[in-house]
């Protein structure tokens, strides 16, 4: 008999609330990007955890030096999205081997991420064993700035940053799902190999943004998540995600897989009223990265769904993807 | 040709030192029980992570309820060494299935032992694969009593807390190294698969200690690190060191080995001035655990090897053991 597949969060939900009984020191637990634990009596300490397991979060294969720097990226992605200044960040290894030619460009592609955003390594476990690499990072965020999930506002823009899509579509063509011309998977795979964590971002939202996430499981999975811990319902413009030229060639139906529920894009969601347009303008002209409103929070309405999707013409649209999970059958 | 074996320090320390730069907020980083901190200006907080693996670090046919409560006590045990105060922890799970037979009972091991220390859940990661589990655990300890591994001083005693060797003659057994009668096996076991972390005895230690450290990966591997850390040597009184009853009636090889570099031993190793002897009892007898001198902090002498082990009648004693090192071909 098969086991009965459980989700991510209901995993966690079912096994382990009597683990979760919180503190008065623990500003916020399971369930946002990070974990804020209250430093002091105007800042907080942002906490996450990922872990990347070969032949599920990459390929074996995979260029180690790119893998050195998407492990830590990854995890400064959760910083961003919680508007937290980075402070450093411990690394569980284990492994089948100790060979210098793997680990010396794996630790080249870390470091080089590390030393960028003044993040160092402050404690490590390393061990024999399958791949798997455990990142856990910190940041530092004042409480009254902190881009939490559950501070979405009725009336906010939805907005997302850079594109969404490539690496969906990278990884599709490298299993198979579809062809892509070798140009196009060379440019596609930069997005699904190297993310760029957006901290700069993370950190210009602060006092901008009410809400903030970061929608590496993908869009839809994301925004289910703003809406349910923000108590309210929002509609997207799925014409309006933005995609590159790679994406935009493809057909319709690839197109919408990708940017809706494809996952690995390490662009941040986040919710703003729209007094901050302008300001959001600037930021993202000084920051050198595109802003894309796609949508807007709505009040719940229990006649409606609460994702509604249209397109440039407000045409309703179905879709039937299941999004990314770790623990669904359908990945 | 076999890939070239590596010890886990020298693997840190040859690839990953780029990572490491500190920053002026890391008031301790790579190298201790904890990494450091600094909240405030008195105030740190210590951070340690620790990755088990299945066939690795346990057995796949182990008991989960016993797996949870182990999985969360060896990273108490490495805040109970710094002296800190449990603040929570993250999880990161990389498992098989969701099969409820094994999540339910590992979690009420875990979620027990949490509420125990007040030392909740407050973030994690849920993962497909190999079975591989990752905790990061907080603590908050001034920063004036944090009990680092480099605070060791000349003339200080070396005390022990509770009984050695138990774990690995239980593994031992396991294994199939040695034979072992059903009643030693059933007891002994405990020591391998229910570890009773010492918080306790580490706060009780704060302004008495000079340093210490948690002895699971050994005691010669631990002594090793204090001394380097500290800048000095020491000597042990093997005989001295305390062990169980069962262990006391084994081989003396199978005794020393257990003892000096068996592991999986999650007990408090500490250096203290003989001015505090009183107090430790003091101590020992409130916390109803038995704290054992057994040798001397003594200063650097290039004509002696900077471990000297006698027995009770000062007779030195060679061992060939190799520490426990999960990148040896030893172990």
Chains 1, 2 share one sequence.
Request: with cysteine; hydrophobic share 40%; proline share 6%.
């Amino acid at each position: 008999m098969p086991t009965p597949v459980i989700s991510e969060f209901s995993l966690i939900n079912q096994f382990f609330t009597n683990a979760t009984q919180l503190r008065k020191h623990v500003a916020l637990g399971i369930g946002d990007d990070c974990a804020l634990l209250q430093l002091t009596d105007d800042e907080q300490l942002a906490i996450s955890t990922d872990m990347l397991v070969e032949g599920q979060h990459f390929f074996p294969d995979v260029d180690p030096h790119a893998l050195g720097h998407k492990t830590l990226a990854v995890n400064l992605s959760d910083i961003a999205a919680m508007g937290a200044r980075p402070l450093g960040f411990t690394l569980a290894l284990s492994l089948p081997d100790s060979n210098p030619s793997w680990l010396q460009p794996f630790s080249e592609g870390l470091s080089a991420l590390a030393n960028n955003y003044s993040c160092p390594l402050i404690g490590g476990d390393t061990t024999r064993g399958p791949r798997n690499l455990c990142i856990t990072i910190f940041g530092a965020v004042p409480e009254k700035y902190a881009l939490r999930r559950d501070a979405a506002k009725a009336g906010d823009d939805i907005w997302i940053s850079g594109k969404l899509g490539d690496a969906r579509l990278a990884l599709g063509c490298l299993r198979g799902e579809w062809p892509l011309d070798p140009a196009a998977l060379a440019q596609t795979r930069r997005a699904l190999e190297w993310p760029e964590p957006r901290i700069s971002l993370g950190l210009a939202l602060r006092g901008i943004a009410h809400a903030a996430i970061d929608i590496s499981d993908g869009l839809l999975d994301s925004l289910q998540h703003i809406l349910e811990q923000s108590g309210l319902a929002l509609r997207i413009n799925v014409d309006a995600i933005p995609r590159s030229t790679w994406l935009s060639t493809q057909p319709l139906p690839i197109q919408r897989q990708c940017t809706l529920t494809g996952g690995d894009d390490y662009e941040i969601c986040f919710c703003a009223p729209p007094s901050q347009r302008l300001q959001i303008k600037k930021i993202s002209e000084n920051l050198n990265l595109s802003a894309t409103r796609i949508g807007k929070m709505t009040l719940c309405d229990t006649d409606h769904p609460s994702i509604v999707l249209h397109d440039r013409a407000f045409n309703i649209i179905e879709i039937d993807f299941k999004c990314f999970d770790h623990f669904s059958n359908e990945y």
